[in-house]
T-cell receptor, first 113, second 115 residues
Framework: DTGVSQNPRHKITKRGQNVTFRCDPI?????LYWYRQTLGQGPEFLTYFQNEAQLEKSRLLSDRFSAERPKGSFSTLEIQRTEQGDSAMYLC???????????FGQGTRLTVV | AQKVTQAQTEISVVEKEDVTLDCVYE???????LFWYKQPPSGELVFLIR??????QNEISGRYSWNFQKSTSSFNFTITASQVVDSAVYFCALSEAEGNNDMRFGAGTRLTVKP
C-alpha cells in the first residue's frame, strides 16, 4: 500500500494521559499536514511540515500539542495531558509540494474518557 | 483570512437525479487554489479536483463537473445522474499562495442518494 498510513486507527485514553500518533506519508511527498476533524465539521488545520521543518502551526494547536517530522519522513503528533475536548479524528495528509493535491490517511480516532 | 462556505448542510436526491453542491470562498489573494474532496462513510478523504485561480475553465470528469466563477467567488460541483455510491460528505477547500499555504475546508455537504 503506497498511500498515507496512520497508526493507531483508534485510541481510547483516560483524561490526563499522553498520547502519540504516527503518520507515514507517501514516500516522495515533502509536505505533511495534520488536521483535526470533529463530528459534522470539516477538517481543521493544525500544522504542516516541509520536509523536516515545521512551517506553520494553527492557534488551535495549544502548548499540549507537539508535532515532529524527524528526517522529513514519518511524523508524530503528541498530545499531553489529554482533555475530553481533544476527542476527535486526527487526519494526516501529504503532498508533493505547495498547493498540490493532498492525500489523506484514514485517520486516528481519539476518544478521551 | 481565507474562508470557505458550503451553505448546504445536507442534500437528498433520488438516483439518476443531477445535483449541484455549492461552494463560496473568500480570499484577498490573487493567486489561490481550490479543491474538492469526498469523504465516504469509510471516512478517508478522497481528492477529486484542484483548480488554480487563473484557470476559470469548467472541468468535466465523467459524471462530475465543476463550475468556477471568480466573479461570484464560487466553485460549484455538479454530479450528473447521481448514483447511490455518490453518497458521502463533500468538502470544498481553499489554499492561498501568499498566505499560510495550508488548505482550509468548508463544513461540508452531506449528500444522500436514494435508490
Amino acid at each position: 500500500d503506497t498511500g498515507v498510513s496512520q497508526n493507531p486507527r483508534h485510541k481510547i485514553t483516560k483524561r490526563g494521559q499522553n498520547v502519540t500518533f504516527r503518520c507515514d506519508p507517501i514516500s516522495e511527498h515533502n509536505r505533511l499536514y495534520w488536521y483535526r476533524q470533529t463530528l459534522g465539521q470539516g477538517p481543521e488545520f493544525l500544522t504542516y511540515f516541509q520536509n523536516e521543518a515545521q512551517l506553520e502551526k494553527s492557534r488551535l494547536l495549544s502548548d499540549r500539542f507537539s508535532a515532529e517530522r524527524p528526517k522529513g519522513s514519518f511524523s508524530t503528533l503528541e498530545i499531553q495531558r489529554t482533555e475530553q475536548g481533544d476527542s476527535a479524528m486526527y487526519l494526516c495528509a501529504s503532498s508533493l509540494g505547495s498547493f498540490q493535491a493532498a492525500f489523506f490517511g484514514q485517520g486516528t480516532r481519539l476518544t478521551v474518557v | 483570512a481565507q474562508k470557505v462556505t458550503q451553505a448546504q448542510t445536507e442534500i437528498s436526491v433520488v438516483e439518476k437525479e443531477d445535483v449541484t453542491l455549492d461552494c463560496v470562498y473568500e480570499t484577498r489573494d490573487t493567486t489561490y487554489y481550490l479543491f474538492w474532496y469526498k469523504q465516504p462513510p469509510s471516512g478517508e478523504l478522497v481528492f477529486l479536483i484542484r483548480r488554480n485561480s487563473f484557470d476559470e475553465q469548467n472541468e468535466i470528469s465523467g459524471r462530475y463537473s465543476w463550475n468556477f466563477q471568480k466573479s461570484t467567488s464560487s466553485f460549484n460541483f455538479t454530479i450528473t445522474a447521481s448514483q447511490v455510491v455518490d453518497s458521502a460528505v463533500y468538502f470544498c477547500a481553499l489554499s492561498e499562495a501568499e498566505g499560510n499555504n495550508d488548505m482550509r475546508f468548508g463544513a461540508g455537504t452531506r449528500l444522500t442518494v436514494k435508490p
